[in-house]
């Protein structure tokens, strides 16, 4: 069978966010099961490749496209559109012209793939959200399944632009992809493919829901049949205590875990005889940080300190920064990329939170499973799939969730933590469970085997 992974990021070509991780990286865990998986994607400043043909494509005028590969990917290669610092805009933005990038890319891709062999398209997110309908429309025998990795962000563009679509009109309706009077990828995605997947079970189930359904939740449920979640993994020759070259020490016990400790509030000047919570995170309301912001002075009089990692939203940068002036022992704030300290804080840390609003699926948890860093969520999407609270009497659990959206249901989640902090040997114990927990790429990728194979052989 061969597969079209379609995105507009993947790893190492382009990142973000998470979903970069996962297209970049299932494929290497299909490819291994026999699914010849293939990436597509627009050729940004820096992607090199090889010459591999032409296309007309037709957006305001005819233009001219051109497809370059390399061993994994096809690149759609448009320089006005793509050749650009960033993916998706500025720091100031958005780009003003993301409809007409991502159409051209989607209009792209159908052609080179009508032209080509392959058997199913798998598309995520909404800046592939056309592909299902284009395919449709061409009367394509092609399967499409449709990932949403997170549906707060669905692609929305003013009524104006509809005709940059090259569809009939028939489409701009509240039952085909016109909502609330704009274009809406992402529904497009969810209407046309044959099935949709998100990142995790749970996450499957409150799309459908007023709660986390944008607005969308009425379009999910009369599709909710051919909803699937299938949670992500994460890549264990990179997330690995054991062979980690990026953290302070290589460990596989409690003990060699507490030097990566020792080592991080040594070089970051915290007071090493405090629990320590770690944070790699996008800066973002999203993953929490009104609430944490709330009640961070309490946090740190509870007896914790904290280091961050991330970037984002600059109102929260800039809040942020005034706690670590306050707090210069207990609190470390980085804002910034920086690979090696991410690796450092999973290693070093001894909880690790993740108060998110929403959360489709969440790779952090996964990862601080792995290291022994013992998850503190609250209970939405992936975590509530992934996280299970900790029993100290069976000694079953692997971490610590909370409910409520609110700084205080974070502190009484932190209480709970705390508490087991203090009995060592129960700590100790909970800690190597976690790094037990096997949440790889191959459970996943099994699953979307069955998944292509399932539509496949329906057709």
């Given at each position: 069978?061969?597969?079209?992974?379609?995105?507009?990021?993947?790893?190492?070509?382009?990142?973000?966010?998470?979903?970069?991780?996962?297209?970049?990286?299932?494929?290497?865990?299909?490819?291994?099961?026999?699914?010849?998986?293939?990436?597509?994607?627009?050729?940004?400043?820096?992607?090199?490749?090889?010459?591999?043909?032409?296309?007309?494509?037709?957006?305001?005028?005819?233009?001219?496209?051109?497809?370059?590969?390399?061993?994994?990917?096809?690149?759609?290669?448009?320089?006005?559109?793509?050749?650009?610092?960033?993916?998706?805009?500025?720091?100031?933005?958005?780009?003003?012209?993301?409809?007409?990038?991502?159409?051209?890319?989607?209009?792209?891709?159908?052609?080179?793939?009508?032209?080509?062999?392959?058997?199913?398209?798998?598309?995520?997110?909404?800046?592939?959200?056309?592909?299902?309908?284009?395919?449709?429309?061409?009367?394509?025998?092609?399967?499409?399944?449709?990932?949403?990795?997170?549906?707060?962000?669905?692609?929305?563009?003013?009524?104006?632009k509809f005709s940059l679509?090259?569809?009939?009109?028939?489409?701009?309706?509240?039952?085909?992809?016109?909502?609330?009077?704009?274009?809406?990828?992402?529904?497009?995605?969810?209407?046309?493919?044959?099935?949709?997947?998100?990142?995790?079970?749970?996450?499957?189930?409150?799309?459908?829901?007023?709660?986390?359904?944008?607005?969308?939740?009425?379009?999910?449920?009369?599709?909710?049949?051919?909803?699937?979640?299938?949670?992500?993994?994460?890549?264990?020759?990179?997330?690995?205590?054991?062979?980690?070259?990026?953290?302070?020490?290589?460990?596989?016990?409690?003990?060699?875990?507490?030097?990566?400790?020792?080592?991080?509030?040594?070089?970051?000047?915290?007071?090493?005889?405090?629990?320590?919570?770690?944070?790699?995170?996008?800066?973002?309301?999203?993953?929490?940080?009104?609430?944490?912001?709330?009640?961070?002075?309490?946090?740190?009089?509870?007896?914790?300190?904290?280091?961050?990692?991330?970037?984002?939203?600059?109102?929260?940068?800039?809040?942020?920064?005034?706690?670590?002036?306050?707090?210069?022992?207990?609190?470390?704030?980085?804002?910034?990329?920086?690979?090696?300290?991410?690796?450092?804080?999973?290693?070093?840390?001894?909880?690790?939170?993740?108060?998110?609003?929403?959360?489709?699926?969440?790779?952090?948890?996964?990862?601080?499973?792995?290291?022994?860093?013992?998850?503190?969520?609250?209970?939405?999407?992936?975590?509530?799939?992934?996280?299970?609270?900790?029993?100290?009497?069976?000694?079953?659990?692997?971490?610590?969730?909370?409910?409520?959206?609110?700084?205080?249901?974070?502190?009484?989640?932190?209480?709970?933590?705390?508490?087991?902090?203090?009995?060592?040997?129960?700590?100790?114990?909970?800690?190597e469970n976690c790094m037990?927990?096997?949440?790889?790429?191959?459970?996943?990728?099994?699953r979307y085997k069955n998944?292509?194979?399932?539509?496949?052989?329906?057709?």
């Open positions: 069978m061969k597969v079209a992974f379609v995105a507009s990021e993947a790893i190492p070509y382009a990142k973000t966010g998470g979903l970069a991780d996962v297209v970049g990286t299932l494929p290497k865990y299909l490819n291994k099961l026999g699914i010849k998986t293939i990436i597509f994607l627009p050729k940004y400043k820096g992607i090199v490749g090889k010459f591999q043909k032409e296309l007309s494509v037709k957006l305001d005028n005819t233009d001219k496209v051109k497809i370059f590969r390399d061993e994994t990917g096809y690149f759609v290669d448009y320089p006005e559109f793509y050749d650009r610092e960033g993916i998706y805009g500025t720091p100031g933005g958005d780009f003003e012209d993301n409809c007409e990038r991502f159409t051209l890319f989607c209009k792209a891709v159908t052609q080179f793939i009508t032209e080509d062999s392959f058997d199913l398209i798998h598309c995520h997110d909404w800046q592939t959200g056309l592909i299902p309908l284009y395919i449709r429309l061409k009367g394509l025998n092609i399967k499409t399944v449709f990932t949403i990795h997170n549906l707060g962000y669905q692609g929305k563009f003013p009524a104006s679509l090259g569809i009939d009109e028939k489409y701009f309706t509240p039952e085909g992809i016109e909502f609330y009077g704009e274009i809406n990828f992402l529904k497009a995605g969810i209407l046309y493919s044959d099935v949709i997947t998100t990142v995790s079970e749970n996450y499957a189930k409150e799309i459908q829901t007023p709660e986390f359904g944008f607005g969308l939740e009425g379009v999910l449920k009369n599709r909710g049949e051919n909803i699937f979640g299938i949670i992500n993994g994460i890549d264990y020759n990179i997330w690995n205590p054991q062979t980690d070259p990026l953290i302070y020490h290589n460990y596989s016990d409690f003990r060699g875990k507490q030097k990566n400790k020792i080592a991080i509030t040594s070089e970051y000047n915290l007071d090493p005889t405090r629990p320590l919570i770690g944070m790699v995170s996008r800066v973002a309301a999203q993953k929490g940080f009104d609430i944490l912001i709330d009640v961070l002075g309490d946090i740190i009089d509870k007896g914790f300190c904290l280091i961050l990692l991330g970037l984002g939203e600059e109102i929260y940068h800039q809040k942020l920064k005034g706690f670590e002036n306050l707090y210069p022992k207990c609190l470390s704030i980085n804002i910034k990329f920086d690979n090696r300290l991410a690796h450092r804080i999973y290693a070093a840390s001894d909880f690790f939170i993740m108060p998110s609003l929403y959360e489709p699926c969440g790779l952090g948890q996964l990862i601080s499973l792995k290291y022994g860093t013992i998850p503190m969520v609250r209970r939405v999407g992936g975590l509530a799939d992934t996280v299970n609270e900790f029993n100290p009497e069976t000694l079953t659990g692997n971490g610590f969730l909370f409910d409520d959206y609110s700084g205080k249901a974070l502190i009484g989640g932190l209480e709970k933590a705390y508490k087991i902090y203090q009995n060592q040997a129960l700590f100790l114990t909970l800690s037990k927990y096997d949440y790889s790429w191959e459970r996943s990728a099994e998944l292509y194979e399932e539509l496949f052989l329906g057709q």
